[in-house]
Protein backbone atom coordinates (compact mmCIF):
# COMPACT_ATOMS: atom_id res chain seq x y z
CA UNK A 1 0.00 0.00 0.00
CA UNK A 2 2.83 2.39 -0.34
CA UNK A 3 2.92 5.44 -3.01
CA UNK A 4 4.58 4.41 -6.26
CA UNK A 5 5.40 7.73 -8.28
CA UNK A 6 7.58 7.68 -10.75
CA UNK A 7 8.89 11.10 -10.29
CA UNK A 8 8.26 14.20 -8.56
CA UNK A 9 9.88 16.55 -10.76
CA UNK A 10 9.30 20.52 -10.86
CA UNK A 11 6.70 21.63 -13.50
CA UNK A 12 9.13 22.92 -15.90
CA UNK A 13 10.96 19.53 -16.31
CA UNK A 14 7.83 17.67 -16.31
CA UNK A 15 6.48 19.79 -19.30
CA UNK A 16 9.93 19.98 -21.59
CA UNK A 17 9.99 16.03 -21.19
CA UNK A 18 6.56 15.41 -22.18
CA UNK A 19 6.12 18.36 -24.85
CA UNK A 20 9.49 16.91 -26.58
CA UNK A 21 8.09 13.22 -26.67
CA UNK A 22 5.00 14.92 -28.69
CA UNK A 23 7.23 16.74 -30.81
CA UNK A 24 8.84 13.57 -31.74
CA UNK A 25 5.90 11.45 -32.25
CA UNK A 26 4.21 14.10 -34.67
CA UNK A 27 1.86 14.99 -32.75
CA UNK A 28 0.07 18.22 -34.46
CA UNK A 29 -3.75 19.37 -35.58
CA UNK A 30 -5.84 17.23 -37.57
CA UNK A 31 -9.50 17.41 -38.54
CA UNK A 32 -12.29 19.86 -36.91
CA UNK A 33 -15.49 17.92 -35.61
CA UNK A 34 -18.82 19.13 -34.21
CA UNK A 35 -18.82 21.04 -30.83
CA UNK A 36 -21.33 19.91 -27.71
CA UNK A 37 -23.47 21.94 -25.81
CA UNK A 38 -22.89 22.21 -21.57
CA UNK A 39 -23.92 25.37 -19.20
CA UNK A 40 -20.69 27.18 -19.47
CA UNK A 41 -21.56 30.81 -20.82
CA UNK A 42 -24.83 30.41 -19.96
CA UNK A 43 -26.05 32.86 -17.73
CA UNK A 44 -28.03 32.56 -14.43
CA UNK A 45 -31.43 33.95 -14.21
CA UNK A 46 -32.19 33.97 -10.20
CA UNK A 47 -29.98 33.10 -7.38
CA UNK A 48 -28.97 29.58 -7.12
CA UNK A 49 -28.64 27.90 -3.65
CA UNK A 50 -27.61 24.65 -3.20
CA UNK A 51 -29.36 21.92 -2.65
CA UNK A 52 -27.25 19.20 -1.11
CA UNK A 53 -23.97 19.68 0.71
CA UNK A 54 -20.35 18.57 -0.71
CA UNK A 55 -19.55 16.31 0.16
CA UNK A 56 -22.73 14.88 2.08
CA UNK A 57 -21.61 12.21 3.70
CA UNK A 58 -18.68 11.92 5.92
CA UNK A 59 -15.59 10.80 3.95
CA UNK A 60 -12.04 9.75 4.17
CA UNK A 61 -9.59 12.18 2.90
CA UNK A 62 -6.72 9.53 2.42
CA UNK A 63 -5.98 5.77 1.63
CA UNK A 64 -5.77 4.15 5.14
CA UNK A 65 -8.13 2.88 7.73
CA UNK A 66 -10.88 4.20 9.85
CA UNK A 67 -10.69 4.04 13.62
CA UNK A 68 -12.39 6.10 16.92
CA UNK A 69 -9.79 8.99 17.57
CA UNK A 70 -10.16 7.56 21.28
CA UNK A 71 -8.20 4.49 20.73
CA UNK A 72 -5.11 5.68 19.01
CA UNK A 73 -4.41 8.41 21.87
CA UNK A 74 -1.33 8.02 23.81
CA UNK A 75 0.38 6.26 20.60
CA UNK A 76 4.42 7.66 20.38
CA UNK A 77 7.50 6.45 19.16
CA UNK A 78 8.27 5.14 22.36
CA UNK A 79 4.51 3.55 23.29
CA UNK A 80 3.25 2.61 20.01
CA UNK A 81 -0.55 1.31 20.17
CA UNK A 82 -1.53 -1.64 18.45
CA UNK A 83 -4.74 -1.97 16.40
CA UNK A 84 -6.27 -4.86 15.73
CA UNK A 85 -8.83 -6.00 12.86
CA UNK A 86 -11.34 -5.02 15.21
CA UNK A 87 -10.36 -1.30 16.00
CA UNK A 88 -10.30 -0.45 12.17
CA UNK A 89 -11.63 -0.58 9.02
CA UNK A 90 -9.65 -0.09 5.66
CA UNK A 91 -10.93 2.73 3.52
CA UNK A 92 -9.79 4.60 0.44
CA UNK A 93 -10.00 7.83 -0.66
CA UNK A 94 -13.49 8.93 -0.67
CA UNK A 95 -15.77 6.39 1.05
CA UNK A 96 -17.94 6.87 3.73
CA UNK A 97 -16.56 6.92 6.93
CA UNK A 98 -18.06 3.52 8.99
CA UNK A 99 -20.07 3.85 11.94
CA UNK A 100 -18.21 4.33 15.04
CA UNK A 101 -15.18 5.82 13.77
CA UNK A 102 -14.07 9.07 13.36
CA UNK A 103 -11.00 9.54 12.32
CA UNK A 104 -8.82 8.14 9.53
CA UNK A 105 -4.86 7.38 9.84
CA UNK A 106 -2.89 7.64 6.55
CA UNK A 107 -1.37 4.00 5.14
CA UNK A 108 2.03 5.09 5.63
CA UNK A 109 1.59 5.70 9.23
CA UNK A 110 0.95 1.83 9.89
CA UNK A 111 3.32 -0.80 11.23
CA UNK A 112 1.99 -3.96 9.54
CA UNK A 113 2.22 -6.52 12.23
CA UNK A 114 0.83 -10.33 11.57
CA UNK A 115 -2.41 -11.55 11.98
CA UNK A 116 -3.52 -8.31 10.29
CA UNK A 117 -2.71 -6.45 13.51
CA UNK A 118 -0.71 -2.76 12.90
CA UNK A 119 1.12 -0.20 14.94
CA UNK A 120 0.55 3.65 15.02
CA UNK A 121 3.41 6.05 16.44
CA UNK A 122 0.93 8.95 17.24
CA UNK A 123 -2.71 9.67 17.31
CA UNK A 124 -5.32 11.01 15.33
CA UNK A 125 -7.88 13.74 16.53
CA UNK A 126 -11.51 13.32 15.83
CA UNK A 127 -12.46 14.22 12.28
CA UNK A 128 -8.38 13.98 11.22
CA UNK A 129 -8.14 12.69 7.88
CA UNK A 130 -12.30 13.41 6.87
CA UNK A 131 -14.22 15.21 4.68
CA UNK A 132 -16.89 15.97 6.72
CA UNK A 133 -20.43 16.99 5.40
CA UNK A 134 -20.74 20.26 3.83
CA UNK A 135 -16.91 20.79 3.62
CA UNK A 136 -16.96 22.40 0.23
CA UNK A 137 -20.85 23.57 0.21
CA UNK A 138 -23.50 23.38 2.22
CA UNK A 139 -26.87 23.23 1.66
CA UNK A 140 -28.63 26.58 1.11
CA UNK A 141 -25.63 28.74 0.48
CA UNK A 142 -25.74 30.47 -2.89
CA UNK A 143 -23.72 29.28 -5.00
CA UNK A 144 -24.49 32.09 -7.68
CA UNK A 145 -26.56 35.14 -7.89
CA UNK A 146 -28.65 35.97 -10.96
CA UNK A 147 -26.41 37.52 -13.79
CA UNK A 148 -23.67 34.91 -13.28
CA UNK A 149 -21.94 33.98 -16.50
CA UNK A 150 -21.74 30.10 -15.43
CA UNK A 151 -17.69 29.14 -15.86
CA UNK A 152 -16.36 25.77 -16.18
CA UNK A 153 -15.73 25.47 -12.11
CA UNK A 154 -19.50 27.22 -10.83
CA UNK A 155 -20.98 24.58 -13.73
CA UNK A 156 -18.60 21.85 -11.40
CA UNK A 157 -20.13 23.54 -7.99
CA UNK A 158 -23.65 23.44 -8.87
CA UNK A 159 -23.37 19.80 -9.59
CA UNK A 160 -21.49 19.27 -6.69
CA UNK A 161 -24.66 21.47 -4.79
CA UNK A 162 -26.95 19.26 -6.58
CA UNK A 163 -28.26 21.74 -9.20
CA UNK A 164 -27.80 19.60 -12.96
CA UNK A 165 -27.13 22.47 -16.02
CA UNK A 166 -25.46 21.38 -19.43
CA UNK A 167 -24.23 23.87 -22.25
CA UNK A 168 -22.60 23.69 -26.18
CA UNK A 169 -14.12 24.70 -36.15
CA UNK A 170 -11.27 22.33 -36.43
CA UNK A 171 -10.34 21.77 -32.89
CA UNK A 172 -8.75 18.48 -31.95
CA UNK A 173 -11.03 16.21 -29.92
CA UNK A 174 -10.38 15.33 -26.45
CA UNK A 175 -12.16 12.47 -24.92
CA UNK A 176 -12.56 12.14 -20.99
CA UNK A 177 -12.93 8.76 -18.88
CA UNK A 178 -14.66 9.29 -15.50
CA UNK A 179 -13.45 6.17 -13.27
CA UNK A 180 -14.23 4.88 -9.83
CA UNK A 181 -16.82 2.84 -8.51
CA UNK A 182 -17.97 5.39 -6.18
CA UNK A 183 -18.76 7.69 -8.86
CA UNK A 184 -22.41 8.32 -10.02
CA UNK A 185 -24.18 10.92 -13.17
CA UNK A 186 -25.18 14.31 -11.78
CA UNK A 187 -28.41 14.08 -10.00
CA UNK A 188 -29.83 16.18 -6.86
CA UNK A 189 -30.43 12.58 -4.41
CA UNK A 190 -27.25 11.28 -4.47
CA UNK A 191 -27.07 7.77 -2.13
CA UNK A 192 -24.54 7.69 0.70
CA UNK A 193 -21.23 6.53 -0.51
CA UNK A 194 -21.93 8.15 -3.63
CA UNK A 195 -19.61 11.24 -5.49
CA UNK A 196 -21.31 13.06 -7.87
CA UNK A 197 -19.68 13.09 -11.09
CA UNK A 198 -18.86 16.92 -12.09
CA UNK A 199 -15.02 16.79 -13.37
CA UNK A 200 -15.99 16.10 -16.80
CA UNK A 201 -17.80 19.32 -17.04
CA UNK A 202 -15.66 21.60 -15.08
CA UNK A 203 -12.90 20.21 -17.79
CA UNK A 204 -15.34 20.33 -20.69
CA UNK A 205 -16.12 23.80 -20.09
CA UNK A 206 -12.15 24.56 -19.90
CA UNK A 207 -11.49 22.53 -23.22
CA UNK A 208 -14.41 24.46 -25.41
CA UNK A 209 -12.64 27.87 -24.16
CA UNK A 210 -9.29 26.62 -25.50
CA UNK A 211 -11.33 25.31 -28.90
CA UNK A 212 -10.85 21.86 -28.47
CA UNK A 213 -14.10 19.62 -28.98
CA UNK A 214 -14.92 17.33 -25.81
CA UNK A 215 -16.33 13.87 -25.90
CA UNK A 216 -17.21 12.50 -22.49
CA UNK A 217 -17.09 8.79 -22.15
CA UNK A 218 -19.03 6.84 -19.34
CA UNK A 219 -18.13 6.47 -16.29
CA UNK A 220 -16.12 3.30 -15.77
CA UNK A 221 -15.46 1.19 -12.57
CA UNK A 222 -12.67 0.84 -10.81
CA UNK A 223 -11.45 -2.40 -13.24
CA UNK A 224 -8.34 -2.55 -15.05
CA UNK A 225 -10.27 -4.54 -17.75
CA UNK A 226 -12.68 -2.24 -18.25
CA UNK A 227 -10.51 1.03 -18.14
CA UNK A 228 -8.55 -0.66 -20.49
CA UNK A 229 -11.19 -1.03 -23.02
CA UNK A 230 -11.98 2.56 -22.14
CA UNK A 231 -9.10 3.74 -23.16
CA UNK A 232 -8.62 1.52 -26.18
CA UNK A 233 -11.95 3.02 -27.13
CA UNK A 234 -10.90 6.77 -26.52
CA UNK A 235 -7.67 6.48 -28.59
CA UNK A 236 -9.98 5.28 -31.36
CA UNK A 237 -11.80 8.12 -31.41
CA UNK A 238 -10.13 11.50 -30.29
CA UNK A 239 -6.61 12.88 -29.80
CA UNK A 240 -5.91 13.67 -27.08
CA UNK A 241 -7.16 11.07 -23.79
CA UNK A 242 -7.65 12.56 -20.15
CA UNK A 243 -8.39 9.90 -17.38
CA UNK A 244 -9.95 11.81 -14.12
CA UNK A 245 -9.40 9.65 -11.01
CA UNK A 246 -6.91 7.24 -10.13
CA UNK A 247 -3.87 8.63 -10.98
CA UNK A 248 -2.69 8.44 -7.36
CA UNK A 249 -1.00 5.92 -5.87
CA UNK A 250 -3.87 3.69 -3.91
CA UNK A 251 -5.22 0.37 -4.20
CA UNK A 252 -7.40 1.15 -6.89
CA UNK A 253 -5.06 3.78 -9.05
CA UNK A 254 -4.33 1.68 -12.38
CA UNK A 255 -4.11 4.77 -14.90
CA UNK A 256 -0.48 4.83 -14.63
CA UNK A 257 -0.44 1.02 -15.25
CA UNK A 258 -3.11 1.74 -18.11
CA UNK A 259 -0.80 3.96 -20.18
CA UNK A 260 2.10 1.84 -19.85
CA UNK A 261 0.58 -1.27 -21.21
CA UNK A 262 -0.51 0.74 -24.42
CA UNK A 263 2.26 3.77 -24.59
CA UNK A 264 4.67 5.35 -22.45
CA UNK A 265 4.54 6.46 -19.23
CA UNK A 266 6.71 10.06 -19.37
CA UNK A 267 6.10 11.69 -15.50
CA UNK A 268 4.38 9.93 -12.82
CA UNK A 269 4.32 12.95 -9.98
CA UNK A 270 5.07 16.06 -10.53
CA UNK A 271 6.13 19.09 -7.80
CA UNK A 272 3.16 21.14 -7.77
CA UNK A 273 0.37 21.27 -4.91
CA UNK A 274 -2.78 20.70 -5.35
CA UNK A 275 -1.93 18.28 -8.73
CA UNK A 276 0.78 16.16 -7.43
CA UNK A 277 -0.33 12.59 -9.08
CA UNK A 278 -0.30 13.82 -12.48
CA UNK A 279 0.68 11.12 -15.04
CA UNK A 280 1.77 12.11 -18.10
CA UNK A 281 1.86 9.86 -20.65
CA UNK A 282 1.75 8.77 -24.75
CA UNK A 283 -0.41 6.02 -26.47
CA UNK A 284 -0.50 5.56 -30.20
CA UNK A 285 1.43 9.22 -30.88
CA UNK A 286 -1.47 11.05 -28.93
CA UNK A 287 -1.02 12.46 -25.29
CA UNK A 288 -3.00 10.28 -22.26
CA UNK A 289 -3.04 12.30 -19.59
CA UNK A 290 -4.02 11.37 -15.56
CA UNK A 291 -5.34 13.85 -14.05
CA UNK A 292 -6.04 13.67 -9.92
CA UNK A 293 -9.57 13.13 -8.66
CA UNK A 294 -9.67 16.24 -6.72
CA UNK A 295 -11.51 18.90 -8.81
CA UNK A 296 -8.84 21.67 -7.61
CA UNK A 297 -5.85 19.31 -8.24
CA UNK A 298 -7.65 18.56 -11.94
CA UNK A 299 -7.90 21.99 -12.24
CA UNK A 300 -4.13 23.07 -12.01
CA UNK A 301 -2.99 20.11 -13.85
CA UNK A 302 -5.43 21.25 -16.44
CA UNK A 303 -4.49 25.02 -16.22
CA UNK A 304 -0.76 24.23 -16.57
CA UNK A 305 -0.47 20.98 -18.85
CA UNK A 306 -3.63 20.14 -20.88
CA UNK A 307 -4.29 23.87 -21.65
CA UNK A 308 -0.55 23.61 -23.47
CA UNK A 309 -1.06 20.59 -25.10
CA UNK A 310 -4.04 22.03 -26.64
CA UNK A 311 -2.36 24.89 -28.08
CA UNK A 312 0.66 22.44 -29.31
CA UNK A 313 -1.87 20.52 -31.61
CA UNK A 314 -3.02 23.58 -32.73
CA UNK A 315 1.26 24.71 -33.51
CA UNK A 316 -0.01 28.13 -31.32
CA UNK A 317 2.48 29.36 -28.28
CA UNK A 318 0.87 29.37 -25.06
CA UNK A 319 -0.85 32.33 -24.00
CA UNK A 320 1.18 34.35 -21.43
CA UNK A 321 -1.53 34.89 -18.73
CA UNK A 322 -2.10 38.26 -17.07
CA UNK A 323 -0.71 39.35 -14.22
CA UNK A 324 -2.06 42.09 -11.57
CA UNK A 325 0.36 43.87 -8.02
CA UNK A 326 -1.61 43.39 -5.03
CA UNK A 327 -1.29 43.04 -1.01
CA UNK A 328 -1.58 39.65 0.66
CA UNK A 329 -4.74 40.06 3.18
CA UNK A 330 -3.89 36.88 5.27
CA UNK A 331 -0.64 35.07 5.44
CA UNK A 332 0.10 32.10 3.93
CA UNK A 333 1.85 28.88 5.02
CA UNK A 334 3.42 26.87 1.99
CA UNK A 335 5.69 23.78 1.82
CA UNK A 336 9.48 23.59 0.53
CA UNK A 337 8.43 20.41 -1.30
CA UNK A 338 5.92 21.88 -4.29
CA UNK A 339 4.92 24.72 -6.39
CA UNK A 340 1.67 26.03 -4.49
CA UNK A 341 -1.43 27.60 -6.53
CA UNK A 342 -3.48 29.27 -4.44
CA UNK A 343 -7.33 30.56 -5.71
CA UNK A 344 -7.32 34.17 -4.07
CA UNK A 345 -10.26 36.79 -4.40
CA UNK A 346 -9.30 40.30 -5.38
CA UNK A 347 -10.89 43.69 -5.19
CA UNK A 348 -9.19 47.14 -5.60
CA UNK A 349 -8.71 49.20 -2.10
CA UNK A 350 -7.78 52.82 -2.86
CA UNK A 351 -5.14 52.76 -5.44
CA UNK A 352 -3.91 48.95 -3.98
CA UNK A 353 -5.53 45.84 -4.69
CA UNK A 354 -6.30 43.90 -2.02
CA UNK A 355 -5.28 39.57 -2.54
CA UNK A 356 -7.60 37.42 -0.05
CA UNK A 357 -6.59 33.66 -0.11
CA UNK A 358 -9.56 31.15 -0.33
CA UNK A 359 -10.08 27.41 0.82
CA UNK A 360 -6.90 25.53 -0.44
CA UNK A 361 -8.64 22.11 0.12
CA UNK A 362 -7.95 20.14 -3.20
CA UNK A 363 -11.70 19.34 -3.16
CA UNK A 364 -12.85 22.26 -2.19
CA UNK A 365 -14.09 23.08 -5.73
CA UNK A 366 -16.12 25.97 -4.66
CA UNK A 367 -13.22 28.10 -3.90
CA UNK A 368 -12.86 28.17 -7.60
CA UNK A 369 -16.04 29.52 -8.14
CA UNK A 370 -14.92 32.34 -6.31
CA UNK A 371 -11.04 33.36 -7.35
CA UNK A 372 -10.31 36.11 -9.28
CA UNK A 373 -6.57 34.60 -9.72
CA UNK A 374 -4.13 32.34 -8.81
CA UNK A 375 -1.36 33.22 -6.70
CA UNK A 376 1.67 31.40 -6.93
CA UNK A 377 4.14 30.46 -4.23
CA UNK A 378 7.58 28.98 -5.52
CA UNK A 379 8.53 25.34 -4.29
CA UNK A 380 11.70 27.02 -2.21
CA UNK A 381 9.72 29.32 -0.27
CA UNK A 382 7.65 28.55 3.23
CA UNK A 383 5.19 31.03 2.92
CA UNK A 384 4.01 34.67 2.70
CA UNK A 385 3.05 36.53 5.53
CA UNK A 386 0.21 39.21 5.21
CA UNK A 387 0.73 42.63 3.91
CA UNK A 388 3.15 41.71 1.48
CA UNK A 389 2.96 42.19 -2.06
CA UNK A 390 2.51 39.25 -4.60
CA UNK A 391 1.69 38.77 -8.19
CA UNK A 392 -1.28 37.00 -9.36
CA UNK A 393 -2.55 35.44 -12.42
CA UNK A 394 -5.93 36.91 -13.39
CA UNK A 395 -8.98 34.57 -13.75
CA UNK A 396 -11.26 37.33 -14.01
CA UNK A 397 -10.92 40.18 -16.27
CA UNK A 398 -8.76 42.69 -15.31
CA UNK A 399 -11.42 45.34 -15.19
CA UNK A 400 -13.79 43.83 -12.58
CA UNK A 401 -10.88 44.44 -10.17
CA UNK A 402 -11.51 48.47 -10.29
CA UNK A 403 -15.43 47.60 -9.68
CA UNK A 404 -15.33 44.98 -7.12
CA UNK A 405 -16.66 45.98 -3.51
CA UNK A 406 -14.78 44.19 -0.78
CA UNK A 407 -16.36 42.77 2.21
CA UNK A 408 -14.76 40.98 4.73
CA UNK A 409 -14.97 39.28 8.61
CA UNK A 410 -18.15 37.40 10.21
CA UNK A 411 -20.47 35.26 8.32
CA UNK A 412 -23.90 36.17 7.60
CA UNK A 413 -26.08 34.94 4.94
CA UNK A 414 -27.93 38.45 4.34
CA UNK A 415 -24.75 39.31 2.53
CA UNK A 416 -25.17 36.94 -0.27
CA UNK A 417 -28.76 37.91 -0.15
CA UNK A 418 -27.81 42.07 -0.21
CA UNK A 419 -25.54 40.76 -3.51
CA UNK A 420 -28.36 39.17 -5.03
CA UNK A 421 -30.51 42.32 -4.55
CA UNK A 422 -27.77 44.32 -6.00
CA UNK A 423 -27.40 41.65 -9.26
CA UNK A 424 -31.32 42.17 -9.96
CA UNK A 425 -31.15 45.86 -9.49
CA UNK A 426 -28.42 45.85 -12.12
CA UNK A 427 -25.68 47.84 -10.01
CA UNK A 428 -22.38 48.62 -12.01
CA UNK A 429 -20.13 46.45 -9.47
CA UNK A 430 -20.14 43.06 -7.92
CA UNK A 431 -19.64 42.22 -4.44
CA UNK A 432 -16.65 40.05 -3.03
CA UNK A 433 -17.57 38.31 0.39
CA UNK A 434 -15.16 36.31 2.15
CA UNK A 435 -15.61 34.82 5.77
CA UNK A 436 -12.44 35.45 7.94
CA UNK A 437 -14.63 36.24 11.36
CA UNK A 438 -15.12 39.53 12.77
CA UNK A 439 -11.59 39.99 14.27
CA UNK A 440 -10.34 39.08 10.57
CA UNK A 441 -12.90 42.06 9.55
CA UNK A 442 -10.68 44.97 12.32
CA UNK A 443 -7.14 43.49 10.84
CA UNK A 444 -8.08 43.62 6.72
CA UNK A 445 -10.01 47.60 7.46
CA UNK A 446 -7.05 48.84 9.55
CA UNK A 447 -4.70 46.83 7.09
CA UNK A 448 -6.85 48.90 3.82
CA UNK A 449 -7.85 45.71 2.98
CA UNK A 450 -11.35 45.70 2.62
CA UNK A 451 -14.14 48.46 2.65
CA UNK A 452 -16.18 46.98 5.41
CA UNK A 453 -16.72 43.99 7.50
CA UNK A 454 -19.21 42.28 9.40
CA UNK A 455 -18.90 42.43 13.12
CA UNK A 456 -20.33 41.04 16.52
CA UNK A 457 -18.27 41.25 19.10
CA UNK A 458 -19.07 41.23 22.53
CA UNK A 459 -17.53 43.08 25.84
CA UNK A 460 -17.73 40.83 28.52
CA UNK A 461 -17.41 43.94 31.15
CA UNK A 462 -20.37 45.75 29.55
CA UNK A 463 -22.30 43.10 27.55
CA UNK A 464 -21.87 45.90 24.84
CA UNK A 465 -20.92 45.03 21.11
CA UNK A 466 -18.66 46.37 19.08
CA UNK A 467 -18.09 49.57 20.68
CA UNK A 468 -15.20 48.70 22.57
CA UNK A 469 -13.04 46.49 20.31
CA UNK A 470 -13.32 50.08 17.77
CA UNK A 471 -11.82 52.42 20.22
CA UNK A 472 -8.96 49.75 21.06
CA UNK A 473 -8.49 48.81 17.68
CA UNK A 474 -8.68 52.28 16.29
CA UNK A 475 -7.95 55.09 18.58
CA UNK A 476 -7.21 57.85 15.88
CA UNK A 477 -10.21 56.99 14.34
CA UNK A 478 -10.27 55.53 10.59
CA UNK A 479 -13.41 53.31 10.97
CA UNK A 480 -16.76 53.36 11.82
CA UNK A 481 -19.58 51.46 13.21
CA UNK A 482 -22.58 51.68 11.20
CA UNK A 483 -25.62 49.90 12.82
CA UNK A 484 -26.57 46.32 10.70
CA UNK A 485 -29.24 44.11 12.46
CA UNK A 486 -30.50 42.62 15.64
CA UNK A 487 -29.76 38.56 15.06
CA UNK A 488 -31.05 35.71 17.36
CA UNK A 489 -27.98 33.51 18.42
CA UNK A 490 -28.98 30.05 20.02
CA UNK A 491 -28.09 26.38 19.95
CA UNK A 492 -29.08 24.21 16.47
CA UNK A 493 -30.22 20.56 17.60
CA UNK A 494 -31.60 18.12 15.77
CA UNK A 495 -35.67 17.83 15.06
CA UNK A 496 -36.82 16.87 18.44
CA UNK A 497 -33.83 17.94 20.74
CA UNK A 498 -32.75 14.21 21.39
CA UNK A 499 -29.98 15.14 23.79
CA UNK A 500 -32.95 16.98 25.63
CA UNK A 501 -30.15 20.19 25.61
CA UNK A 502 -32.33 23.15 27.82
CA UNK A 503 -29.52 25.65 27.72
CA UNK A 504 -25.85 26.68 26.89
CA UNK A 505 -24.69 24.86 30.12
CA UNK A 506 -25.52 21.78 28.27
CA UNK A 507 -22.87 21.83 26.18
CA UNK A 508 -20.79 20.23 29.22
CA UNK A 509 -22.26 16.81 27.84
CA UNK A 510 -22.91 16.65 24.98
CA UNK A 511 -21.09 16.62 21.35
CA UNK A 512 -20.24 20.58 20.54
CA UNK A 513 -18.96 22.36 17.15
CA UNK A 514 -17.07 25.62 17.22
CA UNK A 515 -16.56 28.28 14.71
CA UNK A 516 -12.98 29.50 14.15
CA UNK A 517 -10.75 31.66 16.30
CA UNK A 518 -11.72 35.26 16.35
CA UNK A 519 -14.96 34.84 15.18
CA UNK A 520 -17.79 36.47 16.97
CA UNK A 521 -19.71 33.62 17.75
CA UNK A 522 -16.44 31.97 19.05
CA UNK A 523 -15.96 34.89 21.55
CA UNK A 524 -20.01 34.41 22.69
CA UNK A 525 -19.26 30.71 23.19
CA UNK A 526 -16.27 31.54 25.40
CA UNK A 527 -18.33 33.96 27.13
CA UNK A 528 -21.05 31.43 28.06
CA UNK A 529 -18.59 29.13 28.76
CA UNK A 530 -17.32 31.57 31.92
CA UNK A 531 -20.39 32.45 32.73
CA UNK A 532 -21.31 29.08 33.24
CA UNK A 533 -18.15 27.95 35.22
CA UNK A 534 -17.51 25.74 32.08
CA UNK A 535 -13.84 24.73 30.83
CA UNK A 536 -13.31 24.36 27.43
CA UNK A 537 -11.60 21.64 28.38
CA UNK A 538 -14.60 20.06 29.68
CA UNK A 539 -16.64 20.39 26.19
CA UNK A 540 -16.41 17.39 23.78
CA UNK A 541 -15.39 18.83 20.00
CA UNK A 542 -14.58 22.46 21.31
CA UNK A 543 -11.55 22.35 19.23
CA UNK A 544 -14.25 21.41 16.40
CA UNK A 545 -13.80 24.49 14.04
CA UNK A 546 -16.08 25.66 11.13
CA UNK A 547 -16.22 28.61 9.61
CA UNK A 548 -20.24 29.75 8.67
CA UNK A 549 -23.16 29.16 10.30
CA UNK A 550 -24.37 26.58 7.91
CA UNK A 551 -21.44 24.60 8.05
CA UNK A 552 -21.97 24.16 12.19
CA UNK A 553 -25.71 23.53 10.64
CA UNK A 554 -24.44 20.80 8.46
CA UNK A 555 -22.61 18.83 10.81
CA UNK A 556 -25.54 18.63 13.26
CA UNK A 557 -27.73 17.77 10.40
CA UNK A 558 -25.27 14.77 9.70
CA UNK A 559 -24.88 13.77 13.54
CA UNK A 560 -20.69 14.80 13.86
CA UNK A 561 -22.31 16.99 16.36
CA UNK A 562 -25.31 17.22 18.64
CA UNK A 563 -25.32 21.14 19.12
CA UNK A 564 -23.75 24.36 17.93
CA UNK A 565 -24.17 27.85 18.23
CA UNK A 566 -25.72 29.51 15.16
CA UNK A 567 -28.02 31.62 13.60
CA UNK A 568 -31.41 30.72 13.20
CA UNK A 569 -31.74 31.31 9.80
CA UNK A 570 -29.04 28.27 9.22
CA UNK A 571 -31.00 26.19 11.79
CA UNK A 572 -33.98 26.43 9.22
CA UNK A 573 -32.40 25.21 6.11
CA UNK A 574 -31.46 22.21 7.88
CA UNK A 575 -34.81 21.65 9.95
CA UNK A 576 -33.11 21.55 12.84
CA UNK A 577 -34.77 22.89 16.24
CA UNK A 578 -33.59 26.15 17.60
CA UNK A 579 -32.60 27.33 21.51
CA UNK A 580 -32.67 30.67 21.13
CA UNK A 581 -29.74 32.10 23.89
CA UNK A 582 -29.41 35.97 22.91
CA UNK A 583 -30.45 38.82 20.34
CA UNK A 584 -27.00 40.18 19.61
CA UNK A 585 -26.15 42.98 17.35
CA UNK A 586 -24.25 42.19 13.77
CA UNK A 587 -23.12 45.74 12.51
CA UNK A 588 -20.67 46.47 9.59
CA UNK A 589 -16.95 47.99 10.30
CA UNK A 590 -16.13 50.99 7.97
CA UNK A 591 -12.71 52.10 7.00
CA UNK A 592 -14.20 56.22 6.84
CA UNK A 593 -12.19 56.98 3.68
CA UNK A 594 -15.35 54.76 1.81
CA UNK A 595 -18.41 56.03 3.62
CA UNK A 596 -19.81 57.84 0.84
CA UNK A 597 -18.28 55.77 -1.60
CA UNK A 598 -21.22 54.95 -4.58
CA UNK A 599 -20.49 50.98 -3.89
CA UNK A 600 -20.49 51.46 -0.26
CA UNK A 601 -24.00 53.45 -0.28
CA UNK A 602 -25.31 51.11 -2.79
CA UNK A 603 -24.80 47.96 -0.72
CA UNK A 604 -26.38 49.85 2.68
CA UNK A 605 -29.09 51.05 0.63
CA UNK A 606 -29.92 47.49 -0.86
CA UNK A 607 -29.52 46.68 3.00
CA UNK A 608 -32.25 48.65 4.51
CA UNK A 609 -34.67 47.78 1.02
CA UNK A 610 -37.78 46.71 1.51
CA UNK A 611 -37.14 43.84 -0.29
CA UNK A 612 -34.09 42.67 1.65
CA UNK A 613 -36.23 43.19 4.85
CA UNK A 614 -39.06 40.71 3.16
CA UNK A 615 -35.80 38.11 2.33
CA UNK A 616 -34.60 38.40 5.99
CA UNK A 617 -38.05 38.25 7.90
CA UNK A 618 -38.37 34.82 5.26
CA UNK A 619 -35.03 33.54 6.69
CA UNK A 620 -35.96 33.87 10.40
CA UNK A 621 -34.07 35.41 13.17
CA UNK A 622 -32.79 38.81 12.05
CA UNK A 623 -34.68 42.19 13.81
CA UNK A 624 -34.52 45.92 12.71
CA UNK A 625 -32.93 47.17 15.65
CA UNK A 626 -30.76 44.98 18.19
CA UNK A 627 -32.75 43.92 21.06
CA UNK A 628 -31.65 42.93 24.69
CA UNK A 629 -27.85 41.68 24.55
CA UNK A 630 -26.17 38.27 25.46
Request: charge should be negative; proline fraction near 6%; glycine fraction near 10%.
Amino acid sequence: MKHRYLDNLPLPQAKARFFQHLRDCGFASKTETVSTVNACGRITAKAVYAAICAPHYNASAMDGVAVRAAATFGASEKTPVTLTPADYTVVDTGDPLPDGTDAVIMVEDLIDLPNGCCNILSAVRPWQNVRQVGEDICMGDMIAPCGTVLTPALCGALLAGGVTETEVLRRPTVGIIPTGDEIVAPTADPARGDIIEFNSTVFRGMLERWDAHVQVFPITKDNKTLLRAALEEALRQCDIVLISAGSSAGRDDYTADLIRALGTVLVHGIAIKPGKPAVLGEAQGKPVIGLPGYPVSAIVVMDEIVRETVDLYFGRAPKAPQTVDGVLAKQIVSSLKYTEYVRVSLGKIGEKVSVSPLPRGAGVISSFTKADGMLVVDQNCEGIAAGERVRVRLLCEPELIDKTLIVTGSHDPLIDEVRDLLQQTGAPFRVNSTHVGSMGAIYAIKSGLAHLGGIHLLDTETGVYNESYVKKHFPDGGAVIVRGVGRVQGLMVKKGNPCGIQSFADVARVRYVNRQRGAGTRILCDYLLSKNGISPNDVDGYENEEFTHTGVAALIAAGNADTGLGILSAAKIYDLDFIPVCTETYDFLVDVRYLEDPMVRAFFAALRSDACRARLEKMGGYLPEEETPC
